[in-house]
């Protein structure tokens, strides 16, 4: 369970559009994408990303993408 309000309010949704804020394989910094799965509880969310240049990330960190 969150600890704090913002916590809460920082877990992305499904569906949600959102952009890469670093590098990652495949992806550079940048590449704006749509949020396909949420995994996880707690703050062990991750994250299944499908990219404009058609590359699919599992696993990314709430710390590698941002809502746009």
Known sequence: MPNTKSEANDELKRH???VATTDLIGVPAG???K???VNG???WIRYRVLFEN???R????????EPR
């Open 16 to 18: 949600q559009k959102v």
């Open 31 to 33: 590449t704006k994408g």
């Open 35 to 37: 949020v396909l799965l």
């Open 41 to 43: 509880i707690g703050p």
């Open 54 to 56: 058609n590359v699919e």
């Open 58 to 65: 599992g696993n990314v960190l709430r710390s590698e993408i």
